[in-house]
């Protein structure tokens, strides 16, 4: 897995990028060229000028396509950009709690 950090101390800005199994690399950026790696590194949305696993541009692989260059049946094909999705369930810790008491119903009830 891939971990890119954002460094700063007194006098400089750096970006890391770790990778296991190798030694970090630091090295000075700016903000906005520490911006422009995780664009291209990040890969979770397509970007202007960037080929990603999101880009129309990227070449196909060979899950990308059925047999004989044949594209795959609808159920396959991605959702383009800004489709609606299904809403999640809320789960059980999001739920509205029971309002309590205050404490003078609560020191009433005590005696």
Request: proline share 13%; aromatic share 6%.
């Amino acid at each position: 897995m891939l971990v890119i950090r954002r460094m700063v101390d007194r006098h400089r800005s750096y970006t890391g990028i770790f990778l296991p199994g190798e030694p970090p690399r630091i090295f000075p950026t700016t903000d906005h060229e520490h911006g422009r790696i995780l664009q291209i590194y990040k890969q979770d949305k397509a970007y202007e000028g960037v080929i990603n696993d999101f880009s129309d541009d990227s070449v196909p692989s060979s899950s990308d396509q059925g047999r004989a260059g044949t594209p795959l049946p609808a159920e396959h094909t991605p959702s383009p950009r800004g489709a609606e999705r299904s809403p999640r369930p809320t789960p059980a810790s999001a739920q509205p709690r029971q309002q309590h008491k205050p404490r003078a119903q609560h020191r009433k009830a005590r005696q």
